[in-house]
T-cell receptor, first 113, second 116 residues
Framework: DTEVTQTPKHLVMGMTNKKSLKCEQH?????MYWYKQKAKKPPELMFV???????INESVPSRFSPECPNSSLLNLHLHALQPEDSALYLC????????????FGSGTRLTVV | AQTVTQSQPEMSVQEAETVTLSCTYD???????LFWYKQPPSRQMILVIR??????QNATENRFSVNFQKAAKSFSLKISDSQLGDAAMYFC?????????????FGAGTRLFVKA
């Protein structure tokens, strides 16, 4: 299995809703990432979960919270989002070595209404 | 801080021709890795090619090759025998080997159009 699986593929939520994005990989990668990508822009790092340690991009608002139940799963919990949070959310994973780059999922297209 | 610059927002190439996408970066580090990622309209980003900074030899992967000029901090991607399936957004990326190496910096991207 050489994939990163993200669910759902599309999500529409209201500003008062609570929802979660799910990311799963079975490649034995020890690092997983959440990226946010606006249209025609490069991905922006939100969170890194590596070897049971969470690293946060300090510019990410607290209405986004990551959770890593185990080394194969990475969730992103969403609460009280704003319309400007509408974007493509990409999950990625990587092996321990820097050389291998990232394996990306196909993303969740999030629309906040 | 490191930066990655892709100066060509869009490029166009005729099918079967060769095209070169430019990328420059700025860093004071000596140990790092460079990547090109492809993002087609299907939106999944795919690793195309990678280069270790300590290697002078340019990386190649089938029709894809890079021209890595470390002193000039340049890392261009050459696509030979372009195919319709090469049409995508291409991102150049820099990954530091310090601080755990978990932060990858992406360029703004180059949209490649392939004409039949």
């Amino acid at each position: 299995d050489t994939e990163v699986t993200q669910t759902p593929k599309h999500l529409v939520m209201g500003m008062t809703n609570k929802k979660s994005l799910k990311c799963e990989q079975h490649m034995g990668h020890r690092a997983m990432y959440w990226y946010k990508q606006k249209a025609k822009k490069p991905p922006e790092l939100m969170f890194v979960y590596s070897y049971e340690k969470l690293s946060i991009n300090e510019s990410v608002p607290s209405r986004f919270s990551p959770e890593c139940p185990n080394s194969s799963l990475l969730n992103l919990h969403l609460h009280a989002l704003q319309p400007e949070d509408s974007a493509l959310y990409l999950c990625a994973s990587s092996q321990g070595s820097y050389y291998y780059g990232y394996t990306f999922g196909s993303g969740t297209r999030l629309t906040v209404v | 801080a490191q930066t990655v610059t892709q100066s060509q927002p869009e490029m166009s190439v005729q099918e079967a021709e060769t095209v070169t996408l430019s990328c420059t970066y700025d860093t004071s580090e000596s140990d790092y890795y460079l990547f090109w990622y492809k993002q087609p309209p299907s939106r999944q980003m795919i690793l195309v090619i990678r280069q270790e900074a300590y290697k002078q030899q340019n990386a190649t992967e089938n029709r894809f090759s890079v021209n890595f000029q470390k002193a000039a901090k340049s890392f261009s991607l050459k696509i030979s025998d372009s195919q319709l399936g090469d049409a995508a957004m291409y991102f150049c990326a820099y990954r530091s080997a310090v601080d755990g190496g978990f932060k990858t910096i992406f360029g703004a991207g180059t949209r490649l159009f392939v004409k039949a």
